[in-house]
């Protein structure tokens, strides 16, 4: 048996979703700034993935920019402040994905000032702390909307209502978000928001940044002003019409797919939570519906991925940015584990294909995996 349980790293194409795209290759090749009608074939595809694109987080279409993925849409959005301002404090959270925190210390190399907010065991932040950290300075807030390592969704709304009251652009990278909980740009009190199609059933090298009319970024592709002017180069519309269907899709599913794989996750962590010093990480009640992750202690993550792929089952330690890394992931440790405990993490990420037998192999595979890796562990001392 085969079974992909790894949706946070990725998720296959839906049918769907290529179906939509395919002519978009060889027969709809057009390019969308081009008078003639290819090119109004394609900015006209464009323009309706930018409204479906829009409406799964209830935001205007002239308010979607298409980027080349989640990573760009993070760098354009902190970048795009930082830039337009020169310099400045920024408030972030020490568990972002790296496409946010590298690109924070890589502004403090040129001389931006950063404040790395702690979290809770549970990998909180503290909607207090955001506030207290406020300076006259400040020019942006961002703060990840779920954890993509330990699942915990972060109380963006709260925070999000501290950065209006104080004047303060908000930015949330909604990347594991979109598609599993309902997003409303509005009622969030963003300013911008980053999504991945990749992450949602759709083509990758694609993405979005919901930037709030009003909002001035500074571009960091220069060039023949596409998007406009935020974000030159040829759109690749192929990408954005697979993009915005599944947009589409993730929009009329989501609620069958959430309950569905709600039940999934739970059966999960209620039964992996009977092995023996199995510990869960991330809130046990705020956290992404599709989401289990755990450390187990005296087992060492990568040889547990490696053992579990060898019983045809896809999971992961933590994240896939960081598992070719051989330091423990720093959003383990900022929810206070040791380090040999987060070296023991294990993450189930479950997807809108999984079928329940699936769920019932890894967990029958799981334990045996587990005593295994035990027996000839010398950090397992029972
Ligand atoms: C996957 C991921 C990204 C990166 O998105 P890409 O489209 O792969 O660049 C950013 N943030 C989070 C939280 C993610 O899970």
Redesign the pocket.
Known sequence: MKVYLDH?ATTPVDKEVLDAMIDFFNKKFGNASSLHSWGREAKEALEKSREKVAALINADADEIVFTG????S?NMAIKGIAFMHGKGHIITSKIE?P?VLETCKYLEKKGFDVTYLPVDKYGMVNPEDVEKEIRDDTILITI?HAN?EIGTIEPIEEIGKIAKKNNIVFHT?A??TVGKISIDVKKMNVDML?I????IYGP?GV?ALYIKRGIKIEPILHGGGHEKGLRSSTENISGIVGFAKACEIAMKKMKEDVERMKKLRDKIIKNVLEIEEAYLTGHPEKRLPNHASFYFRGIEGESLILMLDSYGIAASTG?ACSSKKLQPSHVLLAIGLKPEEAHGSLRITLGRENKEEEIDYFLDVIPKVIEKLRRISPMWNK
């Open positions: 946070a993925g989640g990573t760009e993070d994905h496409a990840m993509n990278d990347v594991q980053s991945s199609s990749h992450k990758k993405g994240s």
